[in-house]
Structure formats: structure tokens, C-alpha cells
């Protein structure tokens, strides 16, 4: 039987909205990775009347992980909280106090602070439930590991980066090598499509046979792109495998990736293999485009920037768009989208370059040219394509979407066939 996961994301800030939870998807892909179903994901604010019985609940699973919560402040409460919840007692690890005396001493002293103001934490952040163990520090704060009951429950900070790498020290724990010798993770696959909709790739789906025993798929949709995962048990794995080549062939069109890589990689992995370099002139997106290309390691061997031109003004000079183009079309307008994307090439010495200009709202909107109106430009030396969409939804939905089609747009003018030629 898989074994099954619980993951409880602790945080007043959470609950409230004033942060973004980036934790809890991670943490779900990692489980279902090691062949582990993450059967409940929480996040509960710092009470202790909703902390205790969401750690109670989630302590019955195979495997608990707990994110956040152990600062040094009062409302810090995921250690005494394992503590109380499985009957242990709470102890000050000495080896551990010192290794967060050490660390505490470096922080004042880089910053200039009186050590007083760390030393008080010290001894709350060393106290652990009798028989876990330090995964180590994440700033002052150890994650820590537990074993209850033939069951295993891991406390980690709550900032992402250091999130991530206490859990990799948890994954070479005893504990977890004993856990993943006795589970197989699932055959995983995934197709990813683009400019059809969700309920198309159902029907897709369905004309396949769909999920079967052993098979379990899922179908997501975000900013016009659609994710199929196909996840095979044991057994199973030939089932995914045509399920994956019929899918593939009745979307064959809008097809554009087989991996889980975002579209902004995949454009810089074609102009890379074309020795290209890419650059892009925005207007509505206001920098989202170039902003999700450079969030790519060494996305500076192509991409060499871009120009958020939001006047005209801006779009004349420094971009370079003429001036009887915006007079005669507008600047919202398939001829400014043109201009733009050829501006940028010339300006910013570019082989390529993608343009997005349009009305995000929620006011400026006509008749002729409603909010939601986009058009986009793409354009290499020897290809180039223009798109007028109309996108419904509020500012923030049109300019997320006006993103991942410039990016899109970009794509098909680098490679028509990408999903054979990345």
C-alpha cells in the first residue's frame, strides 16, 4: 500500500494572505517523486487552538512534514507542539545550543547588533522532543526529524531556499532510506499542450480510455497552457505510455513540450541552439515578459533585455517606433506590436525579439479596442508572427496571460515543431 503524506504549512501571515505559500507545491511534488501520496496539504495560522489538532491529524500519516515555526518567538510553536502531541518531553540539546550560540555570535557581529539581542532565543531554539535530531540550521533555526510510532515527521523553516535544503538532508536520514527502500516511485510522464482548452484535452482524454487501474492522470490549466500528468504504478507503466502517444497524436497541433521545463526555458534552449539572441519591447506586461526569461540560470547567453516602453512617448524614443505608426494604428494595434518587436531587434542588437502591447485594464478601454485586447509580435530575420487576442478576465489575469503568449508566440517563430526539435 502507498504510503501516505501529510503536509501542515504554519503561518498567521499565510492564512491572512500577506504571503504566498511556495512551499506546499514543492513539498507535494517531492512526495509524489519518492512514491509517497501527499493525501492532505493545510496551512493553519500560529494558534495553538488550530495548530494542535492540525498536528494531530496529519502525526496519523505515514509521513508528516511541517513548515515553519521555529523562530525564537512566542508564536513559534512547531517543536513543543511535536513534543505535546506525541507525549515527549522537551530537552535543551547542549551540542545544539552551541552550534546556534556560534551562529548567533557571527550574525551580531556582522550586522553590528548586542549579541543580548540573539541570546535570549538560543536556548528555545535548542530544545528539542526527546529522540529527534537536528537536520541543521536554517539561520538560528534546526529543522528537526522524529520518529513516532513506525511513522516519521520532519519540522523545516519556513523560507523556501532553506526549506529545500534541510529537506534534502532529511531525504539521506535513516529513517527516510528505510522508507524508500520499501516504496517504488511511479512511472511519471506529461504532456504539455498549448492553445486548447481544458475541456478539448479531456475529450482527448477520454477517447484514449482515460484513467485505468494503476493509472491516475490529472489535467491542470494555466495561462492558456495545459499540463497533462500521467502517473503509472507498477505494472502500469505501458498503459501510460499509450495513453501519453494518443494524447500526443490527437493534439499533435499544440503539442509543445514532454517535460515539466516552464516556456521561457524551452525559448532560450532553441535560440541557444540556434546561436540566437533574443530581446523584448513591452507595454501592458510591463516587464513580466523579460522578467520571466531571466528567471532561467544563464539566460544572459540569449537574452540581452528588453525596453517596457508604457507612453508613447517611450515607444518613439528610446525604442524607436514611429511616430505616424502610433498616430495612424494606435498604440495598441498590430502595427505598433510590428514596430516594436523590430525596434527592439535594431535598438537592443538582437537576432529576435517578442512585442506585447494592449489595454490590461480595469479602465482605457473603447468599443473598438475593449480591455483585454492584446496584440503580440514576434519576429526573426527570416520569420515572424503577429497575434490579436482578447483575453477576459481582471489586470492581473490579462497581463499573465499576455506573458506566457508573447513567450509562446516567441516559441512557434524559433521552432514551428519545438517538441521535436528541443
Same mark, same amino acid.
Given at each position: 500500500?502507498?504510503?501516505? =503524506?501529510?503536509?501542515?504549512?504554519?503561518?498567521?501571515?499565510?492564512?491572512?494572505?500577506?504571503?504566498?505559500?511556495?512551499?506546499?507545491?514543492?513539498? =507535494?511534488?517531492?512526495?509524489?517523486?519518492?512514491?509517497?501520496?501527499?493525501?492532505?496539504?493545510?496551512?493553519?495560522?500560529?494558534?495553538?487552538?488550530?495548530?494542535?489538532?492540525?498536528?494531530?491529524?496529519?502525526?496519523?500519516?505515514?509521513?508528516?512534514?511541517?513548515?515553519?515555526?521555529?523562530?525564537?518567538? %512566542?508564536?513559534?510553536?512547531?517543536?513543543?507542539?511535536?513534543? %505535546?502531541?506525541?507525549?515527549?518531553?522537551?530537552?535543551?540539546?547542549?551540542?545544539?545550543?552551541?552550534?546556534?550560540? =556560534?551562529?548567533?555570535?557571527?550574525?551580531?557581529?556582522?550586522?553590528?547588533?548586542?549579541?543580548?539581542?540573539? =541570546?535570549?532565543?538560543?536556548?528555545?531554539?535548542?530544545? /528539542?522532543?526527546?529522540?529527534?535530531?537536528?537536520?541543521?540550521?536554517?539561520?538560528?533555526?534546526?529543522?528537526?526529524?522524529?520518529?513516532?510510532?513506525?511513522?516519521?515527521?520532519?519540522?523545516?523553516?519556513?523560507?523556501?531556499?532553506?526549506?529545500?535544503?534541510?529537506?534534502?538532508?532529511?531525504?539521506?536520514?535513516?529513517?527516510?532510506?528505510?522508507?524508500? &527502500?520499501?516504496?517504488?516511485?511511479? %512511472?511519471?510522464?506529461?504532456?504539455?499542450?498549448?492553445?486548447?482548452?481544458?475541456?478539448?484535452?479531456?475529450?482527448?482524454?477520454?477517447?484514449?480510455?482515460?484513467?485505468?487501474?494503476?493509472?491516475?492522470?490529472?489535467?491542470?490549466?494555466?495561462?492558456?497552457?495545459?499540463?497533462?500528468?500521467?502517473?503509472?504504478?507498477?505494472?502500469?507503466?505501458?498503459?501510460?505510455?499509450?495513453?501519453?502517444?494518443?494524447?500526443?497524436?490527437?493534439? &499533435?497541433?499544440?503539442?509543445?513540450?514532454?517535460?515539466?521545463?516552464?516556456?521561457?526555458?524551452?525559448?532560450?534552449? /532553441?535560440?541557444?541552439?540556434?546561436?540566437?539572441?533574443?530581446?523584448?519591447?513591452?507595454?501592458?506586461?510591463?516587464?513580466?515578459?523579460?522578467?520571466?526569461?531571466?528567471?532561467?540560470?544563464?539566460?544572459?547567453?540569449?537574452?540581452?533585455?528588453?525596453?517596457?516602453?508604457?507612453?508613447?512617448?517611450?515607444?518613439?524614443?528610446? /525604442?524607436?517606433?514611429?511616430?505616424?505608426?502610433?498616430?495612424?494604428?494606435?498604440?495598441?494595434?498590430?502595427?505598433?506590436?510590428?514596430?516594436?518587436?523590430?525596434?527592439?531587434?535594431?535598438?537592443?542588437?538582437?537576432?529576435?525579439?517578442?512585442?506585447?502591447?494592449?489595454?490590461?485594464?480595469?479602465?482605457?478601454?473603447?468599443?473598438?479596442?475593449?480591455?483585454?485586447?492584446?496584440?503580440?509580435?514576434?519576429?526573426?530575420?527570416?520569420?515572424?508572427?503577429?497575434?490579436?487576442?482578447?483575453?477576459?478576465?481582471?489586470?492581473?489575469?490579462?497581463?499573465?496571460?499576455?506573458?506566457?503568449?508573447?513567450?509562446?508566440?516567441?516559441?512557434?517563430?524559433?521552432?514551428?515543431?519545438?517538441?521535436?526539435?528541443?
Amino acid at each position: 500500500m502507498t504510503p501516505r =503524506a501529510a503536509v501542515v504549512l504554519t503561518g498567521t501571515e499565510l492564512v491572512r494572505g500577506q504571503r504566498v505559500d511556495r512551499n506546499g507545491p514543492f513539498l =507535494a511534488r517531492e512526495l509524489v517523486a519518492l512514491g509517497v501520496d501527499p493525501a492532505r496539504l493545510v496551512i493553519v495560522g500560529d494558534g495553538p487552538a488550530d495548530l494542535e489538532p492540525a498536528f494531530r491529524q496529519a502525526l496519523a500519516a505515514d509521513v508528516a512534514v511541517f513548515s515553519g515555526g521555529l523562530g525564537p518567538t %512566542h508564536d513559534d510553536r512547531t517543536v513543543e507542539l511535536l513534543a %505535546h502531541v506525541t507525549g515527549r518531553r522537551l530537552h535543551v540539546d547542549p551540542t545544539l545550543a552551541a552550534e546556534i550560540e =556560534a551562529v548567533s555570535r557571527r550574525i551580531s557581529a556582522r550586522f553590528g547588533r548586542p549579541y543580548a539581542e540573539y =541570546a535570549t532565543g538560543i536556548e528555545k531554539q535548542a530544545t /528539542l522532543p526527546a529522540g529527534a535530531v537536528s537536520l541543521g540550521l536554517a539561520g538560528t533555526a534546526p529543522g528537526v526529524l522524529l520518529e513516532h510510532d513506525g511513522r516519521i515527521a520532519v519540522a523545516l523553516p519556513g523560507p523556501p531556499g532553506e526549506l529545500r535544503r534541510l529537506w534534502r538532508i532529511a531525504l539521506e536520514t535513516e529513517p527516510f532510506r528505510r522508507l524508500r &527502500a520499501r516504496v517504488r516511485p511511479p %512511472h511519471a510522464r506529461v504532456l504539455r499542450v498549448y492553445g486548447v482548452t481544458e475541456s478539448a484535452v479531456a475529450r482527448a482524454l477520454d477517447a484514449t480510455g482515460g484513467e485505468s487501474e494503476g493509472l491516475d492522470i490529472t489535467i491542470c490549466a494555466h495561462d492558456f497552457e495545459v499540463r497533462v500528468d500521467l502517473l503509472a504504478a507498477p505494472g502500469a507503466e505501458e498503459r501510460a505510455a499509450a495513453v501519453e502517444a494518443s494524447l500526443a497524436d490527437a493534439l &499533435a497541433t499544440h503539442v509543445f513540450a514532454r517535460d515539466g521545463r516552464p516556456v521561457e526555458e524551452i525559448v532560450l534552449a /532553441l535560440a541557444r541552439a540556434r546561436g540566437l539572441r533574443l530581446a523584448v519591447a513591452e507595454s501592458c506586461t510591463g516587464g513580466l515578459v523579460a522578467a520571466r526569461m531571466t528567471s532561467v540560470a544563464g539566460s544572459s547567453d540569449v537574452f540581452v533585455g528588453g525596453v517596457v516602453a508604457y507612453s508613447d512617448e517611450l515607444k518613439r524614443a528610446p /525604442l524607436g517606433v514611429p511616430g505616424d505608426v502610433l498616430e495612424r494604428h494606435g498604440a495598441v494595434s498590430a502595427e505598433a506590436a510590428q514596430a516594436m518587436a523590430a525596434a527592439a531587434r535594431e535598438r537592443l542588437g538582437a537576432d529576435g525579439a517578442v512585442a506585447v502591447t494592449g489595454i490590461a485594464g480595469p479602465g482605457g478601454g473603447t468599443p473598438e479596442k475593449p480591455v483585454g485586447l492584446v496584440y503580440i509580435h514576434a519576429q526573426l530575420s527570416d520569420a515572424d508572427e503577429s497575434v490579436a487576442l482578447r483575453i477576459p478576465g481582471d489586470r492581473e489575469t490579462v497581463r499573465g496571460r499576455a506573458t506566457a503568449a508573447a513567450l509562446h508566440v516567441l516559441r512557434r517563430v524559433l521552432a514551428p515543431n519545438s517538441v521535436e526539435r528541443v
